[in-house]
């Protein structure tokens, strides 16, 4: 069979027909080459995408500058909107991939993001601009976010199972970067005329210092148009995956779906939450520091720790990893806590940047670690219950555990993101309650020994029930 792949011609147009990444003679003459195409692509399609979901992060700090007077629940609430609107987008991007192919979603999908970057940058060029306008562009930012559960999925069905904690860390590793350079580019940008009067002239401070704040959306139109062009013209719809609703609804029947959901949660949660969540935390705690000079940072290594995670994890194990990055989480926020200021007194800013910056590094490498143990667990799941079926049958299970997989990582990725959300919005009503962000960051010890457990007990003890 292996050598029939090897000389059977695959149609390399739009839609492939026949995908058999498993098998070494197909890989390497052609599996390889296409796979490592589509990834390319997708990948700054991905970086832009988190780009325009973080944009608020950035834009928030400005906005008063200006001339706008929300209030500072209100800017709050921009910041946190899109991973809201993100997250749950997601649930819906997770089926999307093998209903409607990967090449078609990624280009119409990146080229969607051009919405809420064009309109962002006319809102902010007039301070009477209404807020619910802000609101809106902020939920429509969460199109990015949607977009990692399609990209992943689609990604996930393109690579054999010994490459996928690889191609899946790189995907999401070099995807992830967005975050941070929007949170490095949006500063530097609307410092200059970098589009002339094209787009509009500049807002004055109350200094009376020229700022361009449109460019914070306009900077990224032409890449967005780059990479939509490329997506519909250089990736591939594969049809070996496609599959019904049906066929991957299964996956909310399933325990390990829901603990997956669960773990990530813990890592690309406080990955994407810290982001959204730090250069506001930076102002309140330390009032003296420009936020945006360091916020740039943990985004940043966090996204390079989930290529080195992926990598890490197909060499060493998803399980052991994940294990090892929640205990070491916990010991990162009680560093945090022994930084902070005290009543607005003391603290020790260095400390608790290095501090939060060994908790990027920790949810990047959990990030790819997670998603390396879903694909091990259902193949895992499903070679088990078909043990006793015919070849047939198991081919059939082998294709099965690749839809859940796709599904699952898709869905945990969904539910992950809500830690954009939740994370930053702790922070403010902790500030509120208590006048200080101590009691949000001692909750988020109790759930790191959570997780800690559940992957202790379900993936990584001896006689676990999957271990990966």
Same mark, same amino acid.
């Given at each position: 069979?292996?050598?029939?792949?090897?000389?059977?011609?695959?149609?390399?147009?739009?839609?492939?027909?026949?995908?058999?990444?498993?098998?070494?003679?197909?890989?390497?003459?052609?599996?390889?080459?296409?796979?490592?195409?589509?990834?390319?692509? +997708?990948?700054?399609?991905?970086?832009?995408?988190?780009?325009?979901?973080?944009?608020?992060?950035?834009?928030?700090?400005?906005?008063?500058?200006?001339?706008? !007077?929300?209030?500072?629940?209100?800017?709050?609430?921009?910041?946190?909107?899109?991973?809201?609107?993100?997250?749950?987008?997601?649930?819906?991007?997770?089926?999307?991939?093998?209903?409607?192919?990967?090449?078609?979603?990624?280009?119409?999908?990146?080229?969607?993001?051009?919405?809420?970057?064009?309109?962002?940058?006319?809102?902010?060029?007039?301070?009477?601009?209404?807020?619910?306008? $802000?609101?809106? %562009?902020?939920?429509?930012?969460? $199109?990015?976010?949607? =977009?990692?559960?399609?990209?992943?999925?689609?990604?996930? $069905? $393109?690579?054999?199972?010994?490459?996928?904690?690889?191609?899946?860390?790189?995907?999401?590793?070099?995807?992830?970067?967005?975050?941070?350079? #929007?949170?490095? *580019?949006?500063?530097?940008?609307?410092?200059?005329?970098?589009?002339?009067?094209?787009?509009?002239?500049?807002?004055?401070?109350?200094?009376?210092? /020229?700022?361009?704040?449109?460019?914070?959306?306009?900077?990224?139109?032409?890449?967005?148009?780059?990479?939509?062009?490329?997506?519909?013209?250089?990736?591939?719809?594969?049809?070996?995956?496609?599959?019904?609703?049906?066929?991957?609804?299964?996956?909310?029947?399933?325990?390990? =779906?829901?603990?997956?959901?669960?773990?990530?949660?813990?890592?690309?949660? +406080?990955?994407?939450?810290?982001?959204?969540?730090?250069?506001?935390?930076?102002?309140? /705690? &330390?009032?003296?520091?420009?936020?945006?000079?360091?916020?740039?940072?943990?985004?940043?290594?966090?996204?390079?720790?989930? +290529? *080195?995670?992926?990598?890490?994890?197909?060499?060493?194990?998803?399980?052991?990893?994940?294990?090892?990055?929640?205990?070491?989480?916990?010991?990162?926020? &009680?560093? *945090?806590?022994?930084?902070?200021? /005290?009543?607005?007194?003391?603290?020790?800013?260095?400390?608790?940047?290095?501090?939060?910056?060994?908790?990027?590094?920790?949810?990047?490498?959990?990030?790819?670690?997670?998603?390396?143990?879903?694909?091990?667990?259902?193949?895992?799941?499903?070679?088990?219950?078909?043990?006793?079926?015919?070849?047939?049958?198991?081919?059939?299970?082998?294709?099965?555990?690749?839809?859940?997989?796709?599904?699952? %990582?898709?869905?945990?990725?969904?539910?992950?993101?809500?830690?954009?959300? &939740?994370?930053?919005?702790?922070?403010?009503?902790?500030?509120?309650?208590?006048?200080?962000?101590?009691?949000?960051?001692?909750?988020?010890?109790?759930?790191?020994? !959570?997780?800690?457990?559940? #992957?202790?007990?379900?993936?990584?003890?001896?006689?676990?029930?999957?271990?990966?």
């Amino acid at each position: 069979m292996s050598a029939q792949m090897a000389e059977r011609p695959v149609r390399v147009g739009s839609v492939i027909q026949e995908w058999h990444p498993e098998d070494a003679a197909f890989w390497a003459r052609t599996g390889n080459r296409i796979a490592n195409r589509n990834l390319a692509i +997708s990948i700054p399609a991905l970086l832009l995408a988190f780009a325009i979901w973080q944009m608020f992060s950035a834009v928030t700090i400005s906005l008063p500058k200006v001339g706008f !007077t929300f209030d500072t629940n209100e800017l709050f609430w921009l910041a946190a909107l899109p991973a809201l609107s993100g997250a749950t987008l997601r649930i819906f991007y997770s089926f999307v991939v093998p209903m409607f192919g990967g090449r078609r979603w990624t280009a119409i999908a990146t080229a969607s993001l051009l919405i809420p970057a064009i309109w962002l940058g006319v809102a902010v060029q007039d301070a009477s601009t209404p807020y619910w306008h $802000f609101v809106a %562009i902020a939920i429509l930012c969460g $199109f990015g976010g949607g =977009n990692f559960a399609s990209s992943m999925s689609n990604i996930s $069905f $393109f690579y054999p199972k010994a490459k996928q904690g690889f191609a899946l860390g790189m995907n999401a590793g070099l995807g992830n970067l967005g975050v941070s350079a #929007t949170q490095f *580019v949006i500063p530097l940008v609307i410092t200059m005329a970098l589009f002339g009067g094209v787009v509009g002239g500049p807002q004055l401070t109350a200094e009376g210092k /020229q700022l361009f704040l449109q460019n914070a959306g306009f900077v990224w139109v032409p890449f967005l148009l780059i990479c939509a062009v490329a997506a519909w013209f250089g990736m591939h719809d594969l049809a070996a995956a496609r599959s019904s609703f049906a066929e991957q609804a299964v996956i909310f029947k399933r325990k390990h =779906n829901w603990l997956m959901c669960w773990l990530y949660i813990g890592t690309f949660g +406080s990955f994407i939450g810290f982001s959204a969540g730090f250069p506001m935390l930076i102002k309140t /705690q &330390f009032p003296d520091v420009n936020p945006m000079t360091y916020a740039f940072l943990g985004p940043l290594v966090g996204a390079l720790m989930r +290529s *080195v995670g992926g990598w890490l994890s197909d060499k060493l194990g998803g399980a052991l990893l994940t294990f090892w990055v929640f205990a070491l989480m916990i010991v990162g926020v &009680f560093c *945090v806590l022994h930084f902070l200021p /005290q009543h607005g007194q003391g603290g020790n800013f260095y400390g608790f940047l290095g501090s939060f910056m060994g908790l990027f590094v920790l949810s990047g490498i959990g990030n790819a670690s997670t998603f390396r143990m879903i694909p091990v667990i259902f193949r895992t799941l499903h070679a088990r219950w078909s043990v006793n079926e015919d070849a047939e049958g198991k081919v059939a299970a082998t294709r099965q555990a690749g839809i859940e997989s796709a599904a699952v %990582i898709g869905f945990s990725s969904a539910i992950g993101a809500y830690g954009g959300f &939740f994370i930053p919005k702790s922070y403010g009503s902790s500030i509120a309650w208590t006048g200080g962000p101590e009691m949000a960051l001692y909750g988020f010890v109790v759930f790191y020994a !959570t997780c800690l457990a559940v #992957t202790w007990w379900w993936y990584f003890r001896r006689g676990a029930e999957t271990p990966c």
